[in-house]
């Protein structure tokens, strides 16, 4: 589900021509769709292949592949979903962004699903390059037999590889990717083309009547069987989360002219392969070239999962900064690897953590078979949510009747929810991996907004309103607070309130700032705010000023920036001699809070791995001065 790059200006991407931004989005978009080939057809065939697979069997089998990708990826992604999206953006947290913007009574329902989505999402994000690399290095055992003991340490070398160049930023190789995997799309279409003459009975797939049959007549195993065919629509969520990246008009134009076809014909080549050598089965991609292609093949094959695996992973980098944006993850450091672009973005825990996870599938499941059990249900699980958030997004925004809205999409949710079932049943055989991993995603994301929201309320209750305060420290009496020269810059998270750390600084050091500015930075459901619509000033007295910062969820929080913007509309400071004052709280667990006792704790130590405001705002180092306090959670 990759979005790597994002401007930070509100300019449309179609600056670049449409082709351009068409073959861009076939690396970033589509690399994990086209890398499915590889092993979806092969593992549906596992469950019908016991006694051998009749010529109806087959048909079906690409019949219902051939269906999957054209009402999932066609109708409800390409066609439909690339339309909801938020001023541009898509994806399942920026669906949620804008549902709650339209407020209504779902809410904590709408929330708890976009968690669950982007925790789905997260659990993906290591799978996916674990799973694709496999499949990918295991093509060797076909050109050298005696490689087979080397495909792990290959596939986890690849895999490090992968994770250690992140912090180089992708701009470099990113201007290859659309172009290697756009070869690889005709060299997968190009070698289906050669297998169809095989046996030209397999175009019976195109009729969706063979699909049907196929279902009807294996009963349960047939449900097994479409756990697996549901391997060929994984990476159809990348197309939604990366909207804001190219654009609905390049991903879809990139789609029908050539991923889309590619993927049928060779789909159908492998069909007619097993069909015309039925001992193909066993691994009917790479069995479709001759011997002397099978190196490149693999080469190329390694090559675009590697291009997949990046973009899932830029994928999760942008949707924790949209969470920790969005109030559901505590600050992390996100490092900027484009001096242009902020979209190219590196959060070194992220990364650390996806390391760890990736290997650690790679070594406890070992190949790619008993990988893709695993992988189904986060895929299935995350386009669940996103029909159901869809249901909402039609029914609020396009004002569609609710008998129509249902009409529409209870017929896709009713076929992804079997697609569900297929996968659940796999939950022992290391699908409970995803589901265990989502669980903990979720569990963080909540516990981080419940908490936040307990402690602005304890810290309300003992917070000293800003109206009443600055008429009381004005007055000049014999206790008056010492006067010093310069401007003090207070952050607080709540503008209507004195902040803890002025407070602290009166009452210690008994002194005033001659100008005194209060300081909320407030992240809105927007992607982007434009430049003009950054600050909002209000003078509450001579010596105090109010000052409202607002930032999109995709932009960068860059105060000392903003701050030189105001001064161009005469603001009139200077920032060498203003001080930035922090309130530092410590936190002590209360089984009184509210929240149970380990949720407490588990708040407290998300925010402690908090990076330091000072950092994350982008504050002039030398300049700030934390004042702590201690508050009972």
């Given at each position: 589900?990759?979005?790597?790059?994002?401007?930070d200006t509100a300019e449309e991407p179609r600056s670049q021509g449409l082709f351009a931004l068409a073959l861009?989005?076939?690396?970033?978009?589509?690399?994990?769709?086209?890398?499915?080939?590889?092993?979806?057809?092969?593992?549906?065939?596992?469950?019908?292949?016991?006694?051998?697979?009749?010529?109806?069997?087959?048909?079906?089998?690409?019949?219902?592949?051939?269906?999957?990708?054209?009402?999932?990826?066609?109708?409800?992604?390409?066609?439909?979903?690339?339309?909801?999206?938020?001023?541009?953006?898509?994806?399942?947290?920026?669906?949620?962004?804008?549902?709650?913007?339209?407020?209504?009574?779902?809410?904590?329902?709408?929330?708890?699903?976009?968690?669950?989505?982007?925790?789905?999402?997260?659990?993906?994000?290591?799978?996916?390059?674990?799973?694709?690399?496999?499949?990918?290095?295991?093509?060797?055992?076909?050109?050298?037999?005696?490689?087979?003991?080397?495909?792990?340490?290959?596939?986890?070398?690849?895999?490090?590889?992968?994770?250690?160049?992140?912090?180089?930023?992708?701009?470099?190789?990113?201007?290859?990717?659309?172009?290697?995997?756009?070869?690889?799309?005709?060299?997968?279409?190009?070698?289906?083309?050669?297998?169809?003459?095989?046996?030209?009975?397999?175009?019976?797939?195109?009729?969706?009547?063979?699909?049907?049959?196929?279902?009807?007549?294996?009963?349960?195993?047939?449900?097994?069987?479409?756990?697996?065919?549901?391997?060929?629509?994984?990476?159809?969520?990348?197309?939604?989360?990366?909207?804001?990246?190219?654009?609905?008009?390049?991903?879809?134009?990139?789609?029908?002219?050539?991923?889309?076809?590619?993927?049928?014909?060779?789909?159908?080549?492998?069909?007619?392969?097993?069909?015309?050598?039925?001992?193909?089965?066993?691994?009917?991609?790479?069995?479709?070239?001759?011997?002397?292609?099978?190196?490149?093949?693999?080469?190329?094959?390694?090559?675009?999962?590697?291009?997949?695996?990046?973009?899932?992973?830029?994928?999760?980098?942008?949707?924790?900064?949209?969470?920790?944006?969005?109030?559901?993850?505590?600050?992390?450091?996100?490092?900027?690897?484009?001096?242009?672009?902020?979209?190219?973005?590196?959060?070194?825990?992220?990364?650390?953590?996806?390391?760890?996870?990736?290997?650690?599938?790679?070594?406890?499941?070992?190949?790619?078979?008993?990988?893709?059990?695993?992988?189904?249900?986060?895929?299935?699980?995350?386009?669940?949510?996103?029909?159901?958030?869809?249901?909402?997004?039609?029914?609020?925004?396009?004002?569609?009747?609710?008998?129509?809205?249902?009409?529409?999409?209870?017929?896709?949710?009713?076929?992804?929810?079997?697609?569900?079932?297929?996968?659940?049943?796999?939950?022992?055989?290391?699908?409970?991996?995803?589901?265990?991993?989502?669980?903990?995603?979720?569990?963080?994301?909540?516990?981080?907004?419940?908490?936040?929201?307990?402690?602005?309320?304890?810290?309300?209750?003992?917070?000293?309103?800003?109206?009443?305060?600055?008429?009381?420290?004005?007055?000049?009496?014999?206790?008056?607070?010492?006067?010093?020269?310069?401007?003090?810059?207070?952050?607080?998270?709540?503008?209507?309130?004195?902040?803890?750390?002025?407070?602290?600084?009166?009452?210690?050091?008994?002194?005033?700032?001659?100008?005194?500015?209060?300081?909320?930075?407030?992240?809105?459901?927007?992607?982007?705010?434009?430049?003009?619509?950054?600050?909002?000033?209000?003078?509450?007295?001579?010596?105090?000023?109010?000052?409202?910062?607002?930032?999109?969820?995709?932009?960068?929080?860059?105060?000392?920036?903003?701050?030189?913007?105001?001064?161009?509309?005469?603001?009139?400071?200077?920032?060498?001699?203003?001080?930035?004052?922090?309130?530092?709280?410590?936190?002590?667990?209360?089984?009184?809070?509210?929240?149970?006792?380990?949720?407490?704790?588990?708040?407290?130590?998300?925010?402690?791995?908090?990076?330091?405001?000072?950092?994350?705002?982008?504050?002039?180092?030398?300049?700030?001065?934390?004042?702590?306090?201690?508050?009972i959670i």
């Amino acid at each position: 589900m990759g979005h790597s790059t994002y401007s930070d200006t509100a300019e449309e991407p179609r600056s670049q021509g449409l082709f351009a931004l068409a073959l861009g989005s076939v690396g970033v978009v589509y690399g994990d769709i086209g890398t499915s080939p590889l092993y979806a057809f092969r593992e549906a065939l596992k469950p019908i292949s016991h006694d051998g697979v009749t010529q109806a069997e087959i048909i079906g089998l690409i019949s219902l592949i051939i269906w999957t990708l054209t009402i999932i990826v066609t109708i409800k992604y390409v066609l439909f979903l690339l339309r909801a999206d938020n001023d541009g953006e898509g994806g399942t947290l920026a669906l949620l962004a804008l549902l709650t913007k339209t407020g209504n009574g779902h809410k904590a329902f709408l929330m708890l699903l976009g968690l669950i989505g982007a925790a789905l999402f997260l659990g993906d994000a290591m799978i996916t390059p674990a799973l694709s690399v496999l499949s990918a290095v295991e093509g060797l055992k076909l050109v050298a037999p005696t490689m087979e003991n080397a495909i792990l340490p290959i596939s986890i070398g690849i895999l490090i590889g992968i994770f250690m160049i992140q912090s180089k930023g992708t701009g470099l190789v990113a201007r290859f990717f659309g172009p290697i995997t756009a070869l690889w799309f005709i060299v997968m279409g190009a070698g289906g083309i050669a297998h169809i003459f095989d046996d030209l009975s397999i175009l019976a797939a195109f009729n969706p009547l063979h699909a049907v049959e196929f279902m009807l007549r294996e009963g349960f195993i047939g449900i097994v069987v479409l756990g697996a065919v549901f391997l060929t629509v994984t990476g159809a969520e990348a197309l939604y989360a990366d909207l804001g990246h190219f654009g609905r008009r390049p991903i879809q134009w990139a789609w029908f002219l050539l991923v889309f076809p590619a993927l049928t014909l060779n789909y159908l080549g492998q069909g007619a392969l097993v069909l015309k050598h039925p001992e193909a089965m066993s691994d009917p991609f790479y069995l479709m070239f001759p011997k002397w292609a099978l190196l490149p093949v693999v080469i190329l094959a390694t090559a675009a999962t590697i291009i997949a695996s990046q973009a899932v992973i830029t994928g999760a980098f942008s949707l924790v900064r949209q969470g920790i944006h969005l109030g559901y993850l505590p600050r992390m450091q996100i490092l900027f690897t484009s001096e242009t672009n902020t979209g190219q973005i590196f959060l070194p825990s992220v990364n650390t953590l996806l390391l760890v996870g990736v290997i650690a599938l790679v070594l406890g499941f070992g190949s790619s078979e008993a990988l893709a059990t695993a992988y189904g249900i986060s895929v299935t699980g995350a386009m669940v949510v996103t029909t159901l958030m869809a249901f909402e997004f039609v029914r609020l925004r396009w004002r569609w009747p609710q008998s129509f809205a249902i009409l529409t999409l209870a017929p896709l949710l009713a076929l992804e929810l079997v697609f569900l079932g297929a996968n659940l049943l796999k939950v022992h055989d290391g699908g409970y991996v995803p589901v265990m991993m989502a669980i903990v995603f979720t569990i963080v994301m909540w516990t981080w907004k419940r908490g936040s929201a307990i402690l602005f309320d304890k810290t309300r209750r003992i917070d000293v309103p800003l109206e009443a305060f600055i008429p009381m420290i004005e007055k000049k009496g014999e206790h008056a607070p010492v006067t010093v020269p310069g401007i003090a810059i207070f952050l607080t998270s709540d503008p209507e309130t004195a902040p803890a750390a002025l407070l602290h600084n009166i009452k210690h050091n008994h002194v005033l700032h001659e100008k005194n500015v209060v300081l909320t930075i407030r992240t809105i459901n927007k992607p982007r705010v434009s430049s003009r619509d950054r600050f909002k000033v209000e003078k509450l007295s001579e010596r105090f000023t109010l000052i409202e910062l607002r930032f999109g969820f995709m932009q960068t929080h860059n105060v000392s920036q903003a701050l030189a913007q105001l001064r161009k509309s005469g603001f009139k400071f200077d920032i060498m001699s203003t001080s930035f004052y922090l309130g530092r709280r410590k936190l002590i667990p209360d089984a009184e809070s509210g929240m149970p006792m380990w949720q407490d704790r588990l708040f407290i130590a998300l925010a402690n791995t908090a990076t330091d405001p000072s950092d994350y705002f982008r504050l002039p180092a030398n300049r700030v001065v934390e004042l702590g306090s201690h508050v009972i959670i």
